[in-house]
């Protein structure tokens, strides 16, 4: 009997100090101070990714608010930022620049006739510069095709302008001549070279105040499967957004300075994107890639009406719907 009793007081023992270690452990666990402090592990963790806004552009909204809704607002909706507030969303901005009861479908509503003419002499000039000589030409004729094309389309625009424009009475014949110089091939380079050269003293004539000279391959109309390639166009469009626009809204000051420039390279941004759904353009029968287009041309004219109106905020944002509907664009059909 004693020695049963022993043995279940020493089991009672054993039993009491191990939950008096377990409890001990548990406390140390919650206090890990106590007594002697555990050694630290460290701990190795993944460096934060970072990507440039080519990357992201076109797939997450800046601000949702502003980007990503559409449709007109409420008349309570309002936004913490005045600069920003409903009225001056590019929904109101197109009818700043719009001729009244036109829409941004017309060519007027999108370009005036200044940027028109201001257009053409500056491409002048750079075809000048590019065609002195035959082998200024041959390294230069890649640009000199995309300078050609575009004169091609805005001679285009002259001819369907609905208001008064100069040079309309020359328009067909000048339009025919550029479209040809723009698509001269490159294995009749010394053939090319004369032929554009004769356009571009043409072309000083014209701007000097003499008529434009009968062109054999010119219509009584536009065929604007016979105005310009769409990757010339294109090419021009790329350099205007990621050349020119995108860094005239980088920051404030920039845009303060190249605001008249701004107004003007987003209304070639305009008339490219017009130019690109007409009758007859690659894929001007796909209601998706009008729609892409439509948004880029709105956008452009947006950004024009705010450059016109001092509003950097409202051009920063038009600028970037541009870029979103190229992204969209060339993910879809380039």
Known sequence: M????????????????????????????????????????????????????????????ENLFLDGLQGARPANFGLSNDSLSPATTPSTAVAETAPEGESVSSWSAIV??????????????????????????????????????????????????????????????????????????????????????????????????????????????IDWESVADRRMLMQRLEHSLYQKLEAWVSNETEFKKQIEELAHESQVAAIIGRALIQPGMEEADDDDYVALAHAMITAAVDASAAAKNNNYQLASQAINLIGQSCTKCHDEYR
């Open 112 to 221: 005036t006739s200044d940027t028109i003419e201001n257009e053409i002499k500056r491409l002048h000039s750079d075809l000048s510069s590019q065609i002195t000589t035959a082998d200024t030409y041959g390294s230069k004729y890649r640009d000199a095709q995309v300078s050609f094309s575009i004169l091609s389309v805005l001679f285009a625009v002259i001819h369907e302008y609905e208001q008064s424009v100069r040079w309309k009475n020359d328009a067909l014949q000048a339009q025919a001549a550029f479209y040809r110089a723009g698509t001269f091939p490159s294995n009749r380079m010394r053939e090319a070279f004369e032929f554009s050269k004769a356009r571009i003293e043409s072309l000083s004539d014209l701007i000097r105040g003499s008529g434009f000279p009968p062109e054999e391959s010119a219509s009584t109309e």
């Open 2 to 61: 004693t020695i049963r009793v022993a043995l279940a007081l020493i089991s009672i023992c054993l039993f009491a100090g191990a939950n008096s270690l377990i409890e001990n452990d548990s406390l140390k666990a919650q206090d890990p101070g106590a007594n002697s402090s555990p050694t630290k592990q460290r701990v190795t963790r993944a460096k934060r990714p970072t990507f440039s806004k080519r990357q992201w552009e076109g797939i997450f909204f």
